[in-house]
């Protein structure tokens, strides 16, 4: 029997007001897989996030967290099970250095006294591991470039040892070179057993990086994929409703005849 997915979402609800934005949402993640999340504007993805970060509980449906159900009715909740978030903001703050960025808020001290040698160490093994060319690790982050920012980013999330991680449009406002160092990065992470879920409007990163495909159309799960044997046209269909909206238009040819 197949060991059940990491995290899981079975008939997850978000309501604004009058507005329903997320409505009977499914969704598996499992270890060492990158699911991709896909979906126009408005159609539900950043919202989703949230719901399984904590920050905008769901207002209906089930977490599952290896096949238990769990409740993340705040972002410590999410953080306790091992979700971490990288937003697409990364909410850096560019005056500090990448030291003092991993570390902002959960400061090792000792004796007392900030213990800069040890979070220097720290800083400096884990992106060692993370990626091929180490930036100034006492430099200031607005120094750095967009894909070492990003970089940074995802190393501070990693530092609780999370086993699902969240990336909002990592590769957003990338160049060439910085998004295949971005991507590269999270194939490792990959590789190390991570789950990922990846927010993109890019189909080329989904098709590079990806194992599997969830699209939400207008707050609804529209087709579940498996990027290694769909085409990028069938997927791009689920993203737009053009399937859909495929008989409604020969419906109304053969009025027209």
């Given at each position: 029997?197949?060991?059940?997915?990491?995290?899981?979402?079975?008939?997850?609800?978000?309501?604004?007001?009058?507005?329903?934005?997320?409505?009977?949402?499914?969704?598996?993640?499992?270890?060492?897989?990158?699911?991709?999340?896909?979906?126009?504007?408005?159609?539900?993805?950043?919202?989703?996030?949230?719901?399984?970060?904590?920050?905008?509980?769901?207002?209906?449906?089930?977490?599952?967290?290896?096949?238990?159900?769990?409740?993340?009715?705040?972002?410590?909740?999410?953080?306790?099970?091992?979700?971490?978030?990288?937003?697409?903001?990364?909410?850096?703050?560019?005056?500090?250095?990448?030291?003092?960025?991993?570390?902002?808020?959960?400061?090792?001290?000792?004796?007392?006294?900030?213990?800069?040698?040890?979070?220097?160490?720290?800083?400096?093994?884990?992106?060692?591991?993370?990626?091929?060319?180490?930036?100034?690790l006492r430099a200031p982050v607005v120094s750095l470039s967009s894909g070492q920012r990003q970089t940074v980013a995802i190393a501070r999330s990693l530092l609780g040892d999370p086993r699902v991680l969240l990336l909002d449009e990592?590769?957003?406002?990338?160049?060439?070179?910085?998004?295949?160092?971005?991507?590269?990065?999270v194939d490792r992470l990959r590789d190390r057993g991570l789950a990922v879920l990846l927010i993109s409007h890019n189909m080329g990163d989904v098709k590079a990086l990806a194992d599997r495909a969830a699209v939400l159309r207008l707050?609804?799960?529209?087709?579940?994929?498996?990027?290694?044997?769909?085409?990028?046209?069938?997927?791009?269909?689920?993203?737009?409703?053009?399937?859909?909206?495929?008989?409604?238009?020969?419906?109304?040819?053969?009025?027209?005849?």
């Amino acid at each position: 029997m197949p060991a059940p997915p990491l995290l899981a979402l079975r008939g997850v609800c978000k309501r604004y007001g009058v507005l329903q934005v997320l409505e009977d949402i499914e969704l598996e993640v499992r270890a060492g897989q990158v699911v991709a999340l896909l979906g126009d504007n408005g159609a539900g993805k950043s919202t989703l996030v949230k719901v399984i970060s904590g920050v905008a509980p769901a207002d209906k449906g089930v977490i599952e967290w290896e096949g238990r159900n769990v409740q993340i009715r705040r972002p410590h909740d999410a953080r306790d099970l091992g979700i971490a978030t990288v937003y697409q903001d990364l909410a850096l703050c560019g005056n500090l250095d990448v030291v003092g960025n991993l570390f902002l808020g959960r400061e090792i001290r000792r004796f007392g006294f900030l213990d800069e040698v040890e979070m220097e160490r720290r800083t400096r093994e884990l992106l060692e591991h993370l990626a091929t060319g180490v930036p100034d690790l006492r430099a200031p982050v607005v120094s750095l470039s967009s894909g070492q920012r990003q970089t940074v980013a995802i190393a501070r999330s990693l530092l609780g040892d999370p086993r699902v991680l969240l990336l909002d449009e990592p590769t957003a406002s990338l160049g060439i070179r910085q998004t295949n160092e971005v991507l590269d990065l999270v194939d490792r992470l990959r590789d190390r057993g991570l789950a990922v879920l990846l927010i993109s409007h890019n189909m080329g990163d989904v098709k590079a990086l990806a194992d599997r495909a969830a699209v939400l159309r207008l707050g609804r799960n529209n087709g579940f994929f498996d990027v290694n044997t769909v085409s990028q046209e069938q997927i791009i269909s689920s993203i737009t409703g053009a399937a859909e909206n495929v008989p409604r238009r020969m419906a109304s040819r053969e009025e027209e005849w």
